[in-house]
């Protein structure tokens, strides 16, 4: 049986007796490097959602798809910001799907504007929906269903440039309602604050979509701030079983600029800085070069970095 029809089974349930029934102990996610996770699990041409609200935003993964020269990939997010506007930028992807897009109380994101206004690098396709559309087609996608169905876009010209925006009417009360495809990636990537031993990954703070996104993919790469021998989940808390991950890596520090919860603040400077840097395609051409190209892994890039700031 597939991972992701196990997903499906098992959302809704954490029993033991049932992860034994199903036979999921050989499904259990493998801990190993965040450059064998993407060489192993991210393909050129998949489709992609790299999922991360205000914190937990997957940088060092989207940093490692970058450095592997992944290619013709479909991106999508909910609030595409500076990692989505690198991976744009270094010609990783060919479309995205997306809800928002911008460079966080700074503005534009510069190498996706390019892309979509002149084409560079390369030509871009993009497909525009609202948050709620995104975020109930995210739960379509990990419910094993077709399409979303919403109260939304009363007075909105969305529908006007997004064919996939389409209506239904309801059986019973005959209310015209908005419909879009489920969001089914073929690989989701998310930071958490911890994983235990065997591959349970435990989130806290602002969630976003990130339960949603690694229950719809077909395949989920999670990069964490510590390995621990026992999450000690406090009651409610979102914990994703070991058997809906495909591989947890250790990547301190690995939503950096934005925040990890409990862990680290945001870096406001960077952002900032991002601006200058993302306007200019030979200055942003030289920081992918330098600061991604020329780094072996995440760890590497950030002592780069404080270097750099450390220079000034």
């Known amino acids: 049986m597939p991972r992701h029809n196990l997903n499906l089974i098992a959302a809704q349930s954490r029993c033991p007796l049932l992860i034994e029934r199903l036979n999921l102990e050989h499904l259990m996610a493998e801990i190993i490097s965040l450059h064998d996770a993407v060489k192993q699990f991210v393909n050129d041409g998949d489709t992609v959602a790299l999922e991360g609200f ?28 500076l990692i989505y506007d690198q991976l744009i930028g270094a010609g990783c992807a060919k479309r995205l799907i997306f809800s928002w897009g911008g460079n966080p109380g700074v503005g534009s994101l510069h190498r996706l504007r390019d892309a979509v206004e002149k084409q560079w690098p390369r030509p871009m396709e993009i497909e525009e929906h609202s948050h709620a559309d995104l975020a109930n087609a995210y739960v379509a996608g990990a419910s094993g269903l077709p399409f979303a169905v919403l109260r939304a876009y009363a007075g909105s010209d969305l529908p006007k440039v997004n064919p996939l925006i389409k209506t239904v009417t309801c059986p019973f009360t005959g209310e015209v309602l908005a419909a879009v495809p489920a969001v089914r990636p073929d690989v989701t990537v998310i930071h958490a604050q911890k994983a235990d031993r065997k591959g349970n990954v435990l989130l806290w703070g602002i969630l976003g979509v990130q339960k949603e996104a690694a229950l719809s993919a077909k395949r989920c790469i999670v990069t964490v701030e510590e390995i621990v ?80 700031s450390e220079a000034k």
């Open 54 to 81: 205000t914190h937990l935003i997957p940088t060092a993964a989207g940093h490692e798809i970058i450095r592997q020269k992944k290619k013709d990939l479909t991106l999508v997010r909910m609030t595409p910001d």
């Open 229 to 308: 021998d026992d999450l000690n989940a406090p009651m409610n808390a979102c914990v994703l079983p070991t058997w809906a991950l495909s591989a947890v890596c250790l990547v301190p520090g690995g939503a950096h600029p934005s925040y990890a919860h409990g862990y680290y603040e945001r870096d406001n400077r960077f952002y900032q800085a991002w601006d200058p840097i993302a306007r200019d395609r030979e200055t942003f051409t030289a920081w992918i070069a330098e600061y991604i190209h020329g780094t072996a892994d995440f760890s590497e890039f950030q002592r780069k970095l404080a270097s750099a």
